[in-house]
T-cell receptor, first 106, second 120 residues
């Protein structure tokens, strides 16, 4: 069993839909990262969370430390949100989830 | 925000040659840099952790003589793929962390844009 599990693996949505990507982990962490990887490979760090909730534009990330679970939400999704979203937990090194491939169609 | 650059962004080389990839933190000093590789449609895998001025710590299964890492300064780490082979073709990503804050927590990691290596 992987230490970091993401779901779903693949997700398709129509423009405007509300999207949720989940991340569960089984190790003790100091922080959790949500990353975005566009076609071509470049990685953008979206959030780093150690508790609670963060919001940036249409993106919202939450974390529940007791339940070892985090969610990434995208409101009013847009085709440019199409990317792979990766959850990574910070122990003394990062452990990555397998990613969620999101495609948003117009 | 903090920026990490990688150079080159793409490189194509012949089998047997060596390739050097640079990772720079542009506006902060990184006490720790990490090197990852990613095979197509797979997750990132940590290769090694490097701290400025000391030898890199390699993950199990990563050949340290093949993947030479030099963290010469607080803003520069280099990964050299020696005697590259087609199976080394991959996407290599670095990240940089300020590290060890006074309260014992860690600052965030900042990722480079990656380098796509193709070995013919």
């Amino acid at each position: 069993k992987n230490e970091v599990e993401q779901s779903p693996q693949n997700l398709t949505a129509q423009e405007g839909e509300f999207i949720t990507i989940n991340c569960s982990y089984s190790v003790g962490i100091s922080a959790l990262h949500w990353l975005q990887q566009h076609p071509g490979g470049g990685i953008v760090s979206l959030f780093m969370l150690s508790s609670g909730k963060k919001k940036h534009g249409r993106l919202i990330a939450t974390i529940n430390i007791q339940e070892k679970h985090s969610s990434l939400h995208i409101t009013a999704s847009h085709p440019r949100d199409s990317a792979v979203y990766i959850c990574a937990v910070d122990t003394d090194k990062l452990i990555f989830g397998t990613g969620t491939r999101l495609q948003v169609f117009p | 925000g903090a920026v990490v650059s990688q150079h080159p962004s793409r490189v194509i080389c012949k089998s047997g040659t060596s390739v050097k990839i640079e990772c720079r933190s542009l506006d902060f000093q990184a006490t720790t840099m990490f090197w990852y590789r990613q095979f197509p449609k797979q997750s990132l895998m940590l290769m090694a952790t490097s701290n400025e001025g000391s030898k890199a710590t390699y993950e199990q299964g990563v050949e340290k003589d093949k993947f030479l890492i030099n963290h010469a300064s607080l803003t520069l780490s280099t990964l050299t793929v020696t005697s590259a082979h087609p199976e080394d073709s991959s996407f290599y990503i670095c990240s940089a962390r300020v590290g060890g804050l006074a309260d014992g927590s860690w600052d965030t990691q900042y990722f480079g844009p990656g380098t796509r290596l193709t070995v013919l």
